[in-house]
C-alpha cells in the first residue's frame, strides 16, 4: 500500500489536525516527520477538543499507531507532560513509537532561543522560543544529542558538554547571561531514559515494513508550505522541511513510496509571526475572521494575522508539494459576508505577478488583486454533502479549485471531526 503525505498549504494552522482525525480511521500509521512543540494541532471529537503540540493527532485514533519521526526534535518534558494529560482524559498512548534518531531539545536550546530573538529587536522573526532553531543548528553542526544518546550516559555528557563549550560562549560574551552546567542537564536527561526507553525504535525499518505488508501510512507535517525553511517567506520560516519533501528524509521512507500528497487549505488565510503577509486585513473584516474562526496560537496562545483567500500561494503549494487534493477548512467562518474577496494575483510596482514573485523584495511589495465572489448567510455546519451547501458557497469552493491547481476532495464545515464534506476519497 502507498504512504499519504499531509502538508500545510499556507502559513500553518491550516487545520491538518482535523484532517489527520478524519484519516487516522483508515490508516494503519500516522507519522509526525518534522518540527517540535511550535507546532499545534486541535482536534474536536464531540465535546472534547484536544491541542496537541508534539504529539502525532493520529495519537486520538485507536485504531493507528502514532509515530514520531527522526525529523522532530523533542522537548522530553513537553513529550510527558503532553502525554500525562492525555492519560489523565483517558487516551491510550502505549502505541506511540519514537525514532531513535530524532533529536532532543535541551534547556540551552530554549535559552539561546529567547536571547537571540530579543538580540534581533524589531528585525526579530516571531519564533515561538521554544528552542527549535536552536537545535536544529546543533543537528546541521554535527553536535546535535539525539534520543538514542539517553541510553549511553558517556556518549550523553560527552555531546552536552562539547556542544557548551561553544554555547556558553556565546551565552556569556554576546548576550551577557550565565554559563550553562552541562552536569545539570546530563542528570535531568538521563532521568528521562527509563521512561523513554520502551517507546523507542528504528522507525524506518518499522515504517517500511508496515508498508510491505500492506499498511496504509499517513505522513503528518508541522507548520506550512510558506514556512518551510527552503520554500517558504525566508528568513520568516521554521528549521525544517514541512513540505512533502521533508516526509521522506524526516521519516526514512522513500519518495516512491509516496502515491497522494494532500495539502490542508483554509478557505482565508492566517499566519503567525512576522514576515509579508499580501491580503493581511487590518480592519473591522480581518478582526471578524480572527473572533468567528478562533484564530488564537495553539501553542503560543498569539493572535493570528488574518486576510482573505490568496490563491498564488494555493497554486506555490501544489506545485511545491505535488498536490493531488486539497481538504479546505473552515469555510463555515465565511457564513454572513455579503461578498468575499479571492486574491488571484499581486501587484508589485505596478507590474501584475499571477505566481509568487521570484525576490524576498518584491513579495514584500506585493500588492492583491481581488476577485469578488458572492456570500451566503445560511448555516453550513450541518452540510455532509455538497448539494447541501448553498449555491454561493458552492460557486465559491469550485472558483478556489480553479484557481489553486488541484482538486478540492473535502471540505470542513465545522469544528467537529463529523463536520466534514467529503467529495473524493483520499485513500
Known amino acids: 500500500m502507498p504512504a499519504l503525505v499531509l502538508v500545510g498549504a499556507q502559513w500553518g494552522d491550516e487545520g491538518k489536525g482535523k484532517a489527520t482525525d478524519l484519516l487516522g480511521g483508515s490508516v494503519d500509521y500516522v507519522v509526525r516527520y518534522q518540527g517540535g512543540n511550535n507546532a499545534g494541532h486541535t482536534v474536536v471529537i464531540g465535546d472534547q477538543k484536544y491541542a496537541l503540540h508534539l504529539l502525532p493527532s493520529g495519537i486520538l485514533s485507536p485504531e493507528c499507531v502514532p509515530v514520531i519521526g527522526n525529523g522532530v526534535v523533542i522537548d522530553p518534558a513537553v513529550l510527558f507532560q503532553e502525554l500525562d494529560a492525555l492519560i489523565d482524559r483517558g487516551v491510550d498512548v502505549s502505541k506511540l513509537v519514537i525514532s531513535a534518531n530524532a533529536h532532543l531539545i535541551t534547556p540551552y536550546h530554549r535559552t539561546i532561543d529567547k536571547v537571540s530573538e530579543r538580540f534581533l529587536g524589531k528585525n526579530r522573526i516571531g519564533t515561538t522560543g521554544r528552542g527549535i532553531g536552536p537545535t536544529y543548528a546543533d543537528k546541521i553542526n554535527r553536535i546535535g544529542v539525539r534520543v538514542q544518546d539517553l541510553f549511553d550516559p558517556g556518549i550523553l555528557a560527552q555531546k552536552v558538554e562539547g556542544a557548551l563549550r561553544d554555547r556558553n560562549q556565546m551565552l556569556v560574551k554576546i548576550y551577557n547571561r550565565r554559563a ?244 473524493r476519497s483520499f485513500l
Not at 488571484?344 to 514573485?357: F, I, K, N, Q, S
Open 180 to 423: 550553562i552546567a552541562a552536569e545539570a542537564i546530563v542528570e535531568e536527561y538521563l532521568g528521562y531514559a527509563e521512561r523513554l526507553r520502551p517507546y523507542v525504535a528504528d522507525t524506518s525499518l518499522l515504517l517500511n515494513n508496515a508498508l510491505d505488508e500492506g499498511k496504509v501510512v499517513l505522513l503528518e507535517g508541522g507548520q506550512g508550505t510558506l514556512l518551510d525553511v527552503d520554500h517558504g517567506t525566508y528568513p520568516f520560516v521554521t528549521s525544517s522541511n514541512p513540505t512533502a519533501g521533508g516526509a521522506c528524509s524526516g521519516s526514512g521512507i522513500g519518495p516512491t513510496r509516496i502515491t497522494r500528497s494532500i495539502g490542508i487549505l483554509k478557505a482565508y488565510t492566517t499566519r503567525v509571526g512576522a514576515g509579508p503577509f499580501p491580503t493581511e486585513l487590518f480592519d473591522e473584516d480581518g478582526e471578524a475572521l480572527r473572533r468567528i474562526g478562533g484564530e488564537y496560537g495553539v501553542t503560543t496562545g498569539r493572535d493570528r494575522r488574518c486576510g482573505w483567500f490568496d490563491a498564488p500561494i494555493a497554486r506555490y503549494a501544489a506545485r511545491v508539494n505535488g498536490l493531488t487534493d486539497f481538504f479546505l477548512t473552515k469555510l463555515d467562518v465565511l457564513t454572513g459576508w455579503k461578498q468575499i474577496p479571492v486574491c488571484v494575483a499581486y501587484e508589485v510596482d505596478g507590474v501584475r505577478h499571477d505566481e509568487l514573485p521570484m525576490t524576498q523584495t518584491d513579495f514584500h511589495h506585493a500588492k492583491p488583486v481581488y476577485e469578488f465572489l458572492p456570500g451566503w448567510d445560511e448555516d453550513i455546519s450541518k452540510a455532509r454533502d455538497f448539494a447541501d451547501l448553498p449555491d454561493t458557497a458552492q460557486a465559491y469552493v469550485r472558483r478556489l479549485e480553479e484557481l489553486s491547481g488541484a482538486p478540492i476532495s473535502a471540505i470542513g464545515v465545522g469544528q467537529d471531526r463529523n463536520a466534514t464534506i467529503q467529495i
